[in-house]
């Protein structure tokens, strides 16, 4: 990022350097598509997502609402942040160029879309893969402490006992605070994935699948 910020910087001098000297010897005029380069002008931001941007393109993925706070956002943002000049640079506001360059930003734009669309699927799995994981725990938590000790003595089997159904309800428990807590951040994302995967998570059935 620092490497780019310098090269915009190199970049911004050497046109205002040209368009001064043009200013100077021909006038404003000869050149009026040619303008004064500001600082705000300059924007290297454009492929840098923040937290919010993120949170709010999974929400868009997954089929989420955004909040309030974020829509509000995004208006501010869409009301103070008009196309530069440098895009229409040259004369070429209808032309060739301007069509070519617009159709990179849509390019980037579909190639980001389909980046999230991907991280949505790729989260869906991992959250399945967790949730088998905890059944398949629980279960075995499960086996051991229904399983009949000959080997050792009453006092002993029960402490064994107690401490394979604590595990037990441990896993429970956060196969149920997982679900929770997923469906405060993904919301549709959980209600897909329970939608599909939870009759057979509860019935044990999932285990098939490669437990």
Request: charge should be negative; proline fraction near 1%.
């Amino acid at each position: 990022m620092a490497r780019m910020e310098e090269g915009v910087t190199k970049a911004a001098a050497k046109y205002t350097e040209g368009y001064e000297a043009l200013v100077h010897l021909k006038g404003k005029r000869y050149a009026p598509e040619f303008q004064k380069l500001d600082k705000a002008h300059l924007n290297t931001q454009i492929e840098i997502e923040s937290d919010e941007d993120a949170a709010r393109s999974l929400r868009t993925a997954d089929g989420s609402r955004p909040t309030r706070e974020e829509t509000a956002a995004k208006k501010k943002k869409t009301k103070t942040a008009p196309i530069s000049w440098i895009w229409a640079a040259g004369g070429q506001a209808d032309g060739v160029e301007l069509h070519d360059s617009m159709r990179v930003e849509w390019a980037k734009a579909r190639a980001r879309k389909e980046r999230w669309n991907e991280e949505v699927e790729l989260l869906r799995e991992e959250m399945k893969r967790v949730m088998r994981s905890l059944k398949w725990e629980a279960s075995e938590w499960q086996k051991r402490a229904d399983e009949v000790r000959s080997d050792v003595d009453g006092t002993t089997a029960a402490g064994i006992r107690a401490y394979a159904l604590r595990n037990v309800y441990l896993h429970t428990e956060f196969i149920v605070r997982f679900r929770e807590e997923w469906d405060k951040t993904m919301g549709a994302a959980v209600r897909h994935w329970a939608a599909e995967e939870e009759q057979e998570i509860l019935e044990g059935t999932f285990m098939a699948e490669g437990m």
